[in-house]
């Protein structure tokens, strides 16, 4: 998501920044949008079903192929946000949050530990 929405001055999240808003009354911190997230987590779903088989066969990352499963995506985070509001954007704000400030420090992710200490899980339960 850092490198697709918020990596260097064209990026998404510096030219749209009206796109970035807070669906919390009482907290301003602004949300990665729904639409955004979909969107990464459908291009994951898509990679993993090139390795279904345990060996990659390409598959097209297109609305034919995965349309249902964007949508798939935006329905259970409309849930979560109209179920629970607070966690909702607890979850959006920090997604928000760690993207823009890995961008900002342009931290490099070559292994498990060095994305893991870029994570703050400190508010999950």
């Known amino acids: 998501m850092q490198a697709l929405y918020f ?7 510096v030219r749209e920044t009206d796109r970035f ?15 955004m997230v ?22 097209e990352f297109s609305a034919l192929n995965c349309g249902d499963i964007y949508r798939t995506h935006v329905g259970i ?3 979560v946000k109209s ?8 979850l959006m704000a920090g997604l928000y949050r760690d993207a823009h400030a890995a961008a900002a420090l342009e931290v490099q992710v070559n292994s498990e530990e ?4 870029l994570m703050d899980l400190s508010t999950f339960q």
């Open 83 to 90: 179920t629970k509001p607070v966690f909702f954007h607890e």
């Open 21 to 35: 808003t807070t669906s919390s009354p009482t907290d301003a911190a602004v949300e990665v949008p729904i639409s």
């Open 38 to 59: 979909a969107l990464v987590a459908t291009a994951v779903h898509n990679s993993l079903m090139e390795w279904q088989t345990g060996k990659r066969v390409a598959r």
């Open 77 to 79: 985070l409309e849930q």
């Open 7 to 13: 990596s260097g001055s064209g990026a998404l999240s």
């Open 114 to 117: 060095s994305a893991f200490t």
